[in-house]
């Protein structure tokens, strides 16, 4: 088998519903777009934690911004918490010391602090507290975020197009979006957790507003020119799983 082989099994494998371990959390995440530069894996490297590795794909590393709706969600326990936020993370792909592929965040910025504060302490998560909004206006979506200490408002304003359907299996889409699993630090814990969705279905985007201060905000160099992938998802309805320390 072929280290791309490999990596392929490893995703499908990673993106099969858990069996016999109760989620911890419903939600829904909608009206996503995904912005992504090619960047040095190098680069990238220098960001990770101990015991995380870059994921490349043709030999480039990637980092994406990615907007989106966060929508019923509660704890599998607590219907009745159900609530809506918006969100915006900074990401890049990661596999640990066993091969196993995931997402690291840089951030994660929320207009909501309850789910702040429980990200935060539940999954080690690096959510940031911030001022957001979004609006939809004859299918083009319009979206803000300003996060808290900072002066800048970042701008998004897409138009989804022609479907696309799910990502082909071994594509750079697939790498991109085909991602079941967080890392994420803790005290001196590396720790992981799951997460579980069908696969999306992808469309055809026409993205008129971006903004690149999150690489700024965040402490990375910002990628110069337009994202190098481009893609936007109606959503997916996800079922969360608890976090664990990596072995």
Excluded at 64 to 82: A, E
Excluded at 146 to 171: C, H, K, N
Excluded at 179 to 184: G, M, N, P, V
Excluded at 229 to 246: E, M
Aim: hydrophobic residues 40%.
């Amino acid at each position: 088998m072929t280290p791309v082989e490999k990596w392929i099994e490893r995703q499908l494998w990673e993106r099969q519903p858990l069996v016999g371990r109760p989620g911890v959390m419903y939600q829904r995440w909608h009206h996503l777009l995904f912005l992504h530069w090619a960047v040095e894996p190098e680069a990238v490297q220098r960001t990770l934690p101990q015991r995380l590795s870059v994921d490349t794909y043709a030999g480039r590393a990637w980092i994406g911004i990615v907007p989106f709706f966060m929508r019923r969600v509660r704890p599998v326990m607590l219907p009745f918490l159900s609530s809506n936020f918006l969100e915006l993370n900074l990401r890049t792909y990661v596999k640990d010391h066993r091969g196993v592929p995931g997402v690291w965040f840089y951030s994660l910025d929320a207009n909501d602090p309850l789910a702040v504060w429980m990200a935060r302490l539940l999954f080690g998560l690096p959510y940031r507290h911030a001022k957001m909004d979004a609006e939809e206006r004859r299918d083009e979506i319009s979206y803000s975020c300003q996060r808290r200490g900072s002066s800048t408002v970042q701008e998004y304003r897409f138009l989804p197009s022609d479907e696309l359907g799910e990502a082909e299996i071994g594509s750079l889409e697939f790498f991109l979006i085909e991602r079941y699993r967080l890392f994420s630090v803790r005290g001196a814990r590396l720790l992981t957790g799951r997460v579980y969705h069908s696969p999306y279905h992808l469309r055809k985007v026409v993205v008129s507003k971006f903004d690149k201060h999150p690489f700024q905000l965040d402490g990375l160099p910002t990628p110069p020119g337009s994202p190098d992938n481009v893609l936007y998802s109606t959503g997916v309805d996800v079922t969360v799983y608890p976090a664990r320390a990596v072995r």
